[in-house]
């Protein structure tokens, strides 16, 4: 299950080596990939839905789940709900959980309140992500629906064994939001990877892909 801005063939390392073991199956989520046909902004719970149809529409049954970032998101939601069956869980970069707020990013949300009414909308993109402006409209308010969901209140709900990968140098999700997520989910195990960001499956294929294998097969 890949992340936001990304699609199923990211994962083109883990595909090759995990496939000579399993039946792998690596979809495009909805906005991304080959599947960009987005009618109307997608929640969490949209995409958790798309999931499920995709799982019944190819005979998937309680499978194994690798996910990274975004992909996360709706595994940690879809299984402390019920809406989704997994067996065994990897989390890499897992993101839903509330971080903390700093003073710079307390200062800079209230200055863009104050200061929105009085910019036209090009000055405005100068107080934007590039990787936001990039989106398409529909897109954008799906990723604000998103992103405004925070998931700790699920993780005691969730059973399953599950390994957590995390970069120890991840900006986009820092290793103190891997560690909550280590202790809020009982069966888990923190793995850290130094000198790796946000794409532990990608900076280091052969190790993340060696370890995701041992822990399945276990």
Do not use: W
């Not at 109307?40 to 499920?52: A, C, G, W």
């Not at 975004?70 to 890499?92: D, E, S």
């Not at 888990?188 to 960001?197: A, C, E, F, P, T």
């Amino acid at each position: 299950m890949h992340g936001y801005q990304s699609f199923g063939k990211s994962f083109y390392h883990q595909l090759d080596y995990l496939g000579r073991d399993f039946e792998v199956f690596a979809p495009d989520l909805k906005g991304f990939g080959q599947n960009t046909d987005m009618e109307y902004p997608y929640s969490l719970d949209e995409y958790i839905l798309e999931v499920r149809e995709y799982m019944d529409k190819n005979g998937i049954v309680n499978p194994d789940v690798v996910a990274h970032s975004f992909g996360g998101r709706i595994v940690l939601k879809g299984v402390a709900t019920k809406k989704l069956q997994f067996n065994k869980l990897v989390l890499t970069g897992c993101a839903g959980l509330k971080a903390k707020t700093t003073l710079k990013k307390a200062v800079k949300k209230t200055a863009f309140r104050v200061l929105k009414p009085f910019f036209n909308k090009e000055r405005l993109k100068m107080c934007y992500s590039k990787d936001y402006l990039a989106l398409s409209p529909v897109m954008r308010e799906s990723f604000k629906l998103i992103v405004n969901e925070h998931l700790d209140c699920y993780l005691a709900e969730i059973e399953n064994k599950t390994l957590i990968i995390h970069g120890k140098g991840d900006k986009e999700v820092p290793i103190y939001l891997a560690k909550r997520l280590n202790l809020g989910i009982k069966n888990s195990k923190l793995s850290i990877y130094d000198g790796v960001g946000h794409f532990c499956f990608l900076d280091k294929p052969i190790k993340f892909s060696m370890e995701v294998k041992e822990f399945l097969l276990s």
